[in-house]
């Protein structure tokens, strides 16, 4: 399986995952649940009024980390890339229509950014981690 794909799937399985972001010198977590894979790039969505996306325009350095049911869980480092295409918008509300509830294509605070110069890394407490790039 090509590592893309197979980070997706891994965090679509996980429904949430934490996205960490910095604001100065202070860590920034929250959860996140929409994830997309547009044009072979790793996509991820938000709206431009939250700090995350200002935190993000600031220092793009981002990590993500999520847990699955069987004990094994990923940790992801990547560059965040806004793209402000209106396809790519709506190619992740139609891949996550619970999003359209809150956010449209155009109504100009949907933000989508896609990860760049990537690092997942699978891990488990039984088996030594394991890393992809994409």
């Known amino acids: 399986m090509e590592a893309i794909q197979e980070v997706y799937e891994y965090l679509k399985a996980c429904g949430t995952f934490y996205l ?4 100065g010198d202070q860590p920034r977590v929250r959860p ?11 996509y991820l969505q938000t709206g431009n009024v ?5 935190q993000m325009k600031k220092n793009p350095k ?15 480092t990547a560059q965040a890339v806004q793209d402000d295409r209106m396809e790519a ?5 139609d891949a996550n229509p619970t999003l359209k509830r809150m956010y449209a294509a155009d109504d100009g605070n949907c933000e989508v950014v896609y990860l760049q110069n990537a690092a997942a890394q699978f891990c488990s407490f039984t088996a030594p981690p394991r890393t992809v790039q994409f």
């Open 50 to 54: 939250k700090p995350v996306f200002a």
């Open 32 to 42: 996140f649940g929409a994830v997309d894979l547009y044009e072979g790039k790793l």
């Open 89 to 93: 918008r709506q190619h992740m509300l």
């Open 20 to 23: 960490a972001t910095a604001e």
């Open 62 to 76: 981002i990590e993500l980390c999520g847990m699955a049911d069987e004990g094994t869980w990923i940790r992801v």
